[in-house]
Each structure stands twice: as structure tokens, then as C-alpha cells.
Nanobody, 128 residues
Framework: QVQLVESGGGLVQAGGSLRVSCKAS????????LAWFRQAPGKEREFVAA????????EYADSVKGRATIFRDSARNTVDLRLNSLQPEDTGVYYC?????????????????????WGQGTQVTVSS
């Protein structure tokens, strides 16, 4: 089992920045991909960004490309997401997820069903 615990988030003004962090523990040796998803009220959970365990491969959703950075700190065993130029549409619960599937060339899946472990989520609210 892999445990994921998110931190960060909160209330941020539009145009500002945020950083959310996720600490992984447990059988992290089985983890190959770490990702962030988000879910706005009344909407489905959507992919935001992902990184391979090594950090060599990364992918971003079109909605955040150019504004987001995902990075893994191997020493701290964390994966952070930094999001700039925040918009009210960025509001939602941000979830950390992990997958045991190998990332060979492209990210195997951007669907929540492609990830095996989830954190409890952290709320991000962007005020206009």
C-alpha cells in the first residue's frame, strides 16, 4: 500500500500562485507515476499534471500548461504542484494520486481509473 497526504492550498486571489504538496509513504518502491487531479463542485475529477517517479517525464493538462509545474523531491519523498496566474476556474479539491503502471514513452492514462492510490485531497479556492 502507498499512503498519500496532501498539504497546502487554501484561499488565493485570482492572479496569485499556490503550491500544494503531497507526501508519499509506504510501499513507494512500487510507484512509477505521481499525479495531481482536481475536482470542482458538480464536475468530474480531472487530470492536472503528472510526473514519472524519476522526474524525467512530465505531462500537463492543456488548461494549466504554461502555468503549472510539477516536481518530485526524492529526498523528501514528495511531489509538489505549483500553479501560477490562478483563475476562479482553478477552484476545486486537489488530489494527489499514484500509479504502479510504468511510464514508457507517454503517460499511460490521464483517467482517474488509471491510478491506484489517492490522497484525501486539499481544497483550493480562487477568489475573483
Amino acid at each position: 500500500q502507498v499512503q498519500l497526504v496532501e498539504s497546502g492550498g487554501g484561499l488565493v486571489q485570482a492572479g496569485g500562485s499556490l503550491r500544494v504538496s503531497c507526501k508519499a509513504s509506504g510501499r513507494t518502491s512500487s510507484t512509477n507515476i505521481l499525479a495531481w487531479f482536481r475536482q470542482a463542485p458538480g464536475k468530474e475529477r480531472e487530470f492536472v499534471a503528472a510526473t514519472s517517479w524519476s522526474g524525467a517525464s512530465k505531462e500537463y493538462a492543456d488548461s494549466v500548461k504554461g502555468r503549472a509545474t510539477i516536481f518530485r523531491d526524492s529526498a523528501r519523498n514528495t511531489v509538489d504542484l505549483r500553479l501560477n496566474s490562478l483563475q476562479p476556474e482553478d477552484t476545486g479539491v486537489y488530489y494527489c494520486a499514484a500509479s504502479t503502471t510504468l511510464w514508457v514513452t507517454d503517460l499511460p492514462s490521464r483517467s482517474p481509473s488509471g491510478f491506484h492510490y489517492w490522497g484525501q485531497g486539499t481544497q483550493v479556492t480562487v477568489s475573483s
